[in-house]
């Protein structure tokens, strides 16, 4: 007889938690009279899918959402229903692939997302060969440029350093300090020349050699002579070339200077 009546109030329990769980659907409309929104609750929370409409009528995006927050595909679409956007969306934050497209159809960007940071970023042609692919840090920098010709083959490789100024703007008579990276980790015998560098990316003037520090950075300063906008040129030297080598990079890079003390 108790087992019974225990099985009969856990019963109980259930069919009231289950019971709890009110599902609902609003809807916004447009001062036409036209649906502009329509939102699938759990709750009173949004759950599951959510629609969006153009005062025409057309479909302007769906959405997967779950307990209040977005998760799940997203798509965005033109006032045709021409679809423009496609990805995925993890706790209100974009993550994992996205893909934009022409009003024909064919693809244009697509971007790989990482907590709502863009980390890969690739450009089409209008044929939907790919143009171009940017790698990006963590702090969302370009530290790498590959480009391709139309037929898809991969024409250049750029990898780009990262300056990371203490100060943009310093006062005369500071001294400007900045580390110097590249996304990776390079090889030990990588050095970087600051100095002159002319048109043909030769160095016709060293001012400092520098060489990487135990983080696998270049860590520079200086103390400005000149107010105002002030250049670094440099250049990188490695002999150990790889898949990623950056030997005979050359570059510049502008800080700035403030006459008042």
Not at 34 to 51: A, R, S, V
Not at 57 to 82: A, P, T, V
């Amino acid at each position: 007889m108790y087992s019974l009546y225990k099985y009969v109030i856990i019963l109980c329990c259930i069919v009231i938690i289950v019971c709890c769980d009110k599902k609902s659907v609003k809807y916004t409309y447009h001062k036409n009279g036209k649906i502009q929104h329509k939102i699938n609750l759990l709750n009173n929370k949004p759950n599951g899918l959510i629609e969006s409409y153009y005062s025409n009528g057309n479909l302007k995006s769906k959405s997967i959402w779950k307990n209040g927050l977005q998760n799940g595909f997203f798509e965005d679409y033109d006032q045709e229903e021409k679809l423009l956007r496609i990805g995925h969306m993890k706790n209100n934050l974009a993550d994992g692939s996205w893909k934009e497209f022409d009003n024909k159809g064919k693809i244009t960007k697509k971007y790989i997302y990482q907590n709502d940071t863009i980390i890969d970023y690739i450009i089409f042609y209008n044929q939907g060969i790919i143009s171009e692919k940017q790698i990006i840090s963590k702090k969302g920098e370009v530290i790498r440029v590959i480009g391709y010709d139309k037929k898809g083959t991969k024409s250049s490789d750029t990898i780009i350093p990262i300056f990371n100024d203490r100060k943009d703007t310093l006062q005369t008579g500071n001294t400007y300090s900045t580390t110097i990276s590249f996304g990776y980790t390079l090889p030990n015998n990588t050095k970087l020349i600051i100095g002159k560098i002319d048109k043909n990316n030769t160095a016709t003037d060293t001012f400092k050699i520098l060489h990487l520090s135990p983080e696998h950075r270049f860590i520079y300063s200086t103390i400005p002579k000149n107010t105002g906008t002030n250049i670094i040129q440099y250049k990188i030297i490695q002999s150990n070339k790889d898949s990623l080598s950056i030997d005979g990079i050359t570059g510049t890079h502008h800080y700035y200077v403030s006459s008042e003390k």
